[in-house]
């Protein structure tokens, strides 16, 4: 299983860092985690991978950095140069099913599946197999419903674990089981900040060894949290490997 990261910032414009979005992959099955604005462009430039091959989508939250590009992906897939005939899931939080209707008043059917069947489910607390991948999903504690998804490639038995937003539920560390590859989690405060529905370096950190992380990838980094600092306060916490996210970057497990 490979994990890309198409973007590792927040909502704030950064020069190198694009909003939310990641995909993971194992041969030609295909999963996208979040989408946040620029997404399926990134998806494009970075991984060469088109809309038409994507099988599922993950969202963890309805907050516009990481859910707005739905509406582009859809649209992209009414273009003749994109061929789709597979269905496409959409799973997300309780409120996804009337943001797709939302869309549909405002765009009709350019965001209407043609060709091809659009599947939109709302997490209902039930583990799914999706095309090889086992998918479960827990909550965390964020100004809006999130949920963190745990990927495992039913074949390769490698699991991966991807916060969104918020502070760690007991859920979330009892769906690591006995540990995951990778923890993919959201750091956007800087260390020593303390907020309510985020993680700072050493809480994301806290939750990776918690959660029997071989791997700590730390990202959704806003302006200002210098990836030195972030990564010398997340290895007071952690003792396994910390990587600080950058967009482009690809990692096998
Ligand atoms: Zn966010
Ligand atoms: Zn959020």
Not at 99 to 127: F, K, N
Not at 162 to 170: A, H, N, R, V
Request: a negative charge; aromatic letters at 6%; hydrophobic letters at 40%.
């Amino acid at each position: 299983m490979i994990l890309t990261v198409l973007g590792s910032g927040t909502s704030v414009p950064q020069r190198e860092r694009s909003a939310p979005g990641y995909l993971v992959r194992s041969e030609n099955r295909i999963l996208l985690l979040d989408l946040g604005p620029g997404t399926i462009w990134n998806l494009a430039r970075l991984s060469g991978v088109n809309p038409g091959m994507v099988q599922g989508v993950l969202l963890s939250h309805l907050h516009i950095d990481h859910c707005i590009d739905l509406a582009p992906l859809l649209f992209s897939m009414r273009a003749p140069e994109i061929e789709r005939e597979a269905p496409l899931r959409v799973m997300g939080p309780p409120g996804l099913n009337r943001y797709y209707s939302s869309l549909r008043d405002l765009y009709g059917h350019w965001v209407e599946p043609a060709g091809y069947e659009l599947q939109i489910c709302e997490w209902d607390g039930e583990t799914v197999e999706w095309e090889g991948f086992r998918i479960s999903a827990a909550p965390t504690v964020h100004s809006v419903p999130n949920i963190s998804f745990r990927v495992q490639d039913v074949d390769s038995r490698s699991s991966c674990i991807y916060t969104g937003d918020g502070e760690p539920t007991e859920d979330l560390i009892r769906m690591a089981g006995p540990g995951v590859n990778v923890l993919l989690a959201e750091c956007s405060l800087g260390p020593g900040k303390i907020e309510e529905n985020h993680m700072n370096p050493a809480q994301a950190a806290d939750l990776a060894t918690e959660c029997r992380a071989e791997k700590l990838v730390l990202s959704h980094l806003n302006p200002g949290c210098y990836p030195d600092d972030v990564y010398r306060d997340a290895a007071e916490h952690f003792d396994g490997e910390i990587v600080i996210a950058t967009d482009g970057l690809t990692i096998s497990l």
